[in-house]
């Protein structure tokens, strides 16, 4: 079967990354795997071809050139199946490759883009879900990643088939990974440390969870807010804290990719994001045994997560759960290996042709 994929994963160009090597499983099992990747051309990306995998970037001059540069190459290829990593710009690009060459649709979401979060985040945001029914509609067969997002798509009165399929997560790695006690010799004054991990982006909420901190460490220094991760809003957050008072106990690491260490040393893992498809770190967390206190956001809740709505509940559950040493436990994953993954994710596509 002859598939193409429409990306904005720019790991795919890194040799050796996990995206690379389970997309030259698709390809080894499809037969014939293309991707076309959203990418400036000051990246200076070239092609990649390995066996039944091949890779094209779009090496497009702005954003608006991702669209026109990527419909122009898709109109080259040839396919039974055309799949989008989302219903936005890569599903618009997908819906008109699919037409051209006279193939199936397949529209991937991996967010939870009806979140009333979501929409409030931008202008670009409201147009996104525009663009979103416009695709929706064209499309053969739809994939997600929760069910909240599954449920949320009933509005749009779908004909077309609607598949809940999880991301993966080597919940096993994280399981297997030694005992670790690096935040307490990092931080030897904190007793008790809460870690959070995500983009430091406007829709994770970051700011909520250094208010209530605030309140939860009025009278007391002995426990630690590590917050690891990039993003735009990383000199307001450090600001926000030192206005608190609270620097010395909110510290800022940058992102790296294995959390295992964290989650392992950790006694509570915070989320305080707006909206979430999926939510892997909580799922990675849970399987470290750590426990997650999050909002109600992607699989939450039905993985294993405690949840909270206001910043006293919040507060109120961060103290109960560090006072009785709470322990996390991973609820509901679906999949006992990666094999079992990519045989359903390929079965996914082989049904939408």
């Known amino acids: 079967m002859r598939v193409v994929m ?114 409030a985040l931008s202008p670009l945001n409201r147009l996104r879900i525009a663009v979103a029914g416009y695709v929706l509609q064209r499309a053969d067969c739809i994939r997600v990643v929760s069910k909240r997002i599954a449920d949320s798509l009933l509005r749009y009165k779908l004909t077309c088939p609607v598949s809940v399929l999880p991301i993966f997560v080597d919940v096993e790695r994280i399981k297997n ?49 590590v917050i690891v991760g990039e993003g735009s809003e990383k000199e307001r957050l450090k600001a926000m804290a030192e206005g608190y008072g609270i620097s010395h106990q909110v510290v800022f690491e940058p992102w790296v990719e294995d959390l295992a260490p964290y989650y392992k040393s950790a006694d509570l893992f915070l989320v305080t994001s707006k909206f979430e498809g999926y939510g892997m770190s909580i799922v990675e967390a849970l399987a470290a045994g750590t426990p997650v206190l999050s909002s109600d956001v992607g699989v939450a809740g039905e993985a294993g997560a405690e949840l909270y709505k206001t910043d006293e509940e919040m507060k109120e559950k961060i103290e109960a759960m560090l006072r009785e040493n ?13 094999r079992e993954y990519v045989e359903r994710y390929l079965t996914l596509l082989t049904q939408c042709a």
């Open 6 to 119: 429409i990306s904005t994963d720019r790991k795919l160009f890194e040799e050796g990354s996990a995206v690379r090597a389970r997309s030259k499983k698709y390809a080894d099992a499809l037969g014939e795997l293309t991707i076309i990747v959203f990418a400036k051309e000051y990246f200076h990306f070239t092609e990649v071809s390995d066996g039944a995998l091949r890779i094209i970037p779009t090496n497009s001059r702005s954003r608006i050139g991702y669209l026109f540069n990527a419909i122009a190459i898709g109109k080259t290829l040839s396919a039974d199946v055309v799949s989008a990593q989302d219903p936005f710009e890569t599903g618009f690009v997908g819906a008109r490759i699919a037409k051209a060459l006279n193939a199936k649709l397949q529209i991937q979401i991996h967010t939870d883009f009806l979140s009333p979060a979501f929409v």
């Open 177 to 225: 990974a030694p005992p670790s006690n690096m935040l307490r010799e990092r931080y030897p004054k904190c007793k008790r440390v809460i870690v959070m991990a995500s983009r430091l982006e406007p829709e994770k909420d970051i700011e909520r969870a250094i208010r209530v901190f605030a309140r939860l460490v009025e009278n007391r220094d002995d426990i630690g807010l």
């Open 326 to 338: 709470a322990i996390g436990e991973l609820q509901n994953y679906p999949y006992t290996s990666e």
